[in-house]
């Protein structure tokens, strides 16, 4: 196993340093980070003095000329308010004696011609006032410029005031070859110094990066020897930093690694001979998996057809509730038609005639009973196989026998639907769920007590699909039970009003049977909408019904 130390181990050759630097990933990313930020703080360095010496060298260069401009302007003040040019040259002349990087003063008066004067002499110019610009008169201006041959000096002009009049504008050129040979030694100053950086960054950077990178690898190492399960592997890295906290914690964790092999071993012993004895278990389970399957679909049909069979039974009940509604005219018509042929037979006048008018009215009162029981009889007669059959007509069927329940307390039903729409399934059970679905809109309106009940059923038709909603305003359903009311057995009528199973079976025959969707929902107002979603039949699938 490798030893390593804090300390760079001196007693590697160059030659093994070399080829082992190029191998060494991660030492060339962290050499490269470390010197790619000493490279940039040195860059910015470079970029933030030379600004500032650049300032600071025109800040000398200006209050130099703003002392020349102001010593000429009040030791030639006289002088230029006499016109004594004489006095303005001379001076101006051991001006340029004593500051060589003077190289020219122009005096440009506001009338009369200008003068320039420079160290080999001096001349009036006629077009110097034009030359300068517009607000040369009222401000000064300064800074680094190059004439027509191309050569750079310093330009600095003022304007000339005595007692608060422009008398005129003086301008002085200065010399740059100090100002540039100052910025060319601060470029020398920075090269030297960013060598000595990389250069730093070389010997520095080298040894800083080896003493963070190899301890690094030699864990990687073991890590990889660990990972092709070689549990033996382990590093010593003697350093009281986080590097050192790794290796004993990498340590700790192959001591760990070992142990849990040792103990995984004790395992899959007992794991194999447990995976023996599941497999006889399963090999006896297979055998009899078969029937098991078959006992369970069968228990299955026996619980769905009991749960069907309820349905129908609290359904009957429904209808028996029904049946009285509607057959309570009928008998209270047919016992006044009694009692008016035994009044006319007490009283004489119970002639032939009038005889069978009232035999003709009992006669239609029985035979509207008759239809009654027929209609309830047709209504629950179960139906074998799916066929293609027309909405309007189920609907209607459904509603008639809640025609006498409805008309008793009150309740107005709307129907919106079209005829011509057809659906797939049987007829009977289909005809149950819409009966359901009054029922249970029947019950919401009663329990709530509206001043005007009202149930609405529409149809509308959307492409290949049908949506039939039963809409109350019966208050509606609470939030908290909207995805409960489905559920077998779930009811919120009191106990003995209501099975719990009407809605479950409703949407058991819409979805399994019909290949539809059947779901709740609260509408404005205070009531409930119970809609159906269902696939419509096409006339060119199925032959018209008549």
């Known amino acids: 196993m490798e030893m390593m130390s804090g300390n760079a181990d001196a007693g590697h050759s160059g030659w093994s340093i070399l080829r082992w630097l190029p191998t060494n990933r991660m030492?060339?990313?962290?050499?490269?980070?470390?010197?790619?930020?000493?490279?940039?703080?040195?860059?910015?360095?470079?970029?933030?003095?030379?600004?500032?010496?650049?300032?600071?060298?025109?800040?000398?260069?200006?209050?130099?000329?703003?002392?020349?401009?102001?010593?000429?302007?009040?030791?030639?003040?006289?002088?230029?308010?006499?016109?004594?040019?004489?006095?303005?040259?001379?001076?101006?002349?051991?001006?340029?004696?004593?500051?060589?990087?003077?190289?020219?003063?122009?005096?440009?008066?506001?009338?009369?011609?200008?003068?320039?004067?420079?160290?080999?002499?001096?001349?009036?110019?006629?077009?110097?006032?034009?030359?300068?610009?517009?607000?040369?008169?009222?401000?000064?201006?300064?800074?680094?410029?190059?004439?027509?041959?191309?050569?750079?000096?310093?330009?600095?002009?003022?304007?000339?005031?005595?007692?608060?009049?422009?008398?005129?504008?003086?301008?002085?050129d200065f010399d740059t070859s100090e100002y540039e040979y100052n910025i060319d030694e601060m470029y020398r100053q920075l090269s030297y110094i960013s060598l000595l950086v990389v250069l730093a960054i070389l010997f520095a950077g080298y040894f800083f990066t080896l003493w963070l990178t190899r301890p690094i690898s030699t864990i990687s190492q073991a890590a990889s020897r660990v990972a092709r399960g070689d549990l033996d592997a382990h590093v010593h890295v003697k350093r009281n930093d986080e590097i050192g906290l790794l290796s004993r914690s990498f340590n700790q964790m192959v001591d760990a690694l070992q142990q849990s092999r040792d103990q995984l071993e004790n395992y899959n012993q007992e794991l194999e001979?447990?995976?023996?004895?599941?497999?006889?278990?399963?090999?006896?389970?297979?055998?009899?998996?078969?029937?098991?399957?078959?006992d369970e679909i069968a228990m299955r049909k026996e619980q769905e057809n009991l749960l069907i069979h309820q349905s129908r039974l609290a359904a009957m009940g429904e209808?028996?509730?029904?049946?009285?509604?509607?057959?309570?005219?009928?008998?209270?018509?047919?016992?006044?038609?009694?009692?008016?042929?035994?009044?006319?037979?007490?009283?004489?006048?119970?002639?032939?005639?009038?005889?069978?008018?009232?035999?003709?009215?009992?006669?239609?009162?029985?035979?509207?009973?008759?239809?009654?029981?027929?209609?309830?009889?047709?209504?629950?007669?179960?139906?074998?196989?799916?066929?293609a059959f027309r909405l309007a007509q189920a609907m209607r069927s459904s509603a008639e026998i809640m025609e006498g329940v409805f008309k008793n307390h009150g309740i107005a039903l709307t129907m919106e639907c079209d005829e011509t729409i057809e659906l797939f399934g049987i007829p009977g059970e289909f005809s149950q769920v819409v009966l359901n679905l009054l029922s249970n809109a029947k019950d919401s309106v009663l329990d709530s007590g509206q001043a005007e009940p009202r149930i609405l059923v529409r149809v509308i038709r959307i492409w290949d699909r049908v949506q039939i909603s039963v809409e109350d305003n019966g208050g509606g359903i609470a939030p908290e039970l909207l995805n409960k009311v489905f559920e077998p057995y779930f009811t919120t009528k009191d106990e003995g009003?209501?099975?719990?199973?009407?809605?479950?079976?409703?949407?058991?025959?819409?979805?399994?049977?019909?290949?539809?969707?059947?779901?709740?929902?609260?509408?404005?107002?205070?009531?409930?909408?119970?809609?159906?979603?269902?696939?419509?039949?096409?006339?060119?699938?199925?032959?018209?019904?008549?």
């Open 497 to 546: 009003k209501g099975s719990g199973i009407g809605l479950y079976m409703s949407k058991m025959i819409v979805e399994n049977n019909m290949n539809g969707r059947l779901e709740a929902s609260n509408v404005r107002g205070g009531g409930a909408r119970f809609t159906i979603n269902l696939p419509a039949v096409r006339k060119s699938d199925s032959p018209r019904l008549q």
């Open 273 to 294: 001979l447990k995976v023996a004895e599941r497999t006889r278990e399963l090999d006896e389970l297979n055998r009899t998996l078969d029937q098991r399957v078959r």
């Open 319 to 387: 209808m028996i509730g029904a049946i009285a509604h509607q057959w309570r005219q009928p008998l209270n018509a047919l016992s006044l038609v009694m009692q008016n042929m035994r009044m006319q037979h007490r009283m004489g006048s119970l002639t032939e005639k009038s005889m069978d008018r009232m035999q003709e009215k009992g006669e239609q009162l029985v035979q509207r009973m008759s239809s009654t029981i027929d209609e309830f009889r047709n209504f629950f007669k179960p139906g074998k196989h799916p066929e």
């Open 27 to 172: 030492f060339l990313r962290v050499f490269g980070v470390f010197g790619s930020l000493l490279l940039a703080m040195t860059a910015l360095y470079a970029l933030l003095i030379i600004p500032l010496q650049r300032d600071s060298l025109l800040k000398v260069m200006y209050s130099q000329a703003a002392t020349v401009s102001r010593s000429i302007i009040q030791a030639c003040s006289d002088a230029m308010l006499t016109d004594d040019f004489g006095f303005v040259v001379e001076h101006n002349l051991q001006v340029l004696q004593n500051n060589k990087s003077v190289r020219s003063v122009v005096i440009v008066p506001r009338r009369g011609t200008a003068m320039r004067i420079a160290p080999e002499g001096w001349v009036m110019q006629e077009n110097e006032r034009a030359a300068l610009p517009a607000t040369a008169f009222e401000k000064e201006s300064y800074g680094i410029i190059n004439d027509a041959a191309g050569v750079s000096h310093y330009r600095y002009t003022t304007p000339i005031r005595f007692s608060g009049v422009i008398w005129g504008v003086i301008r002085i």
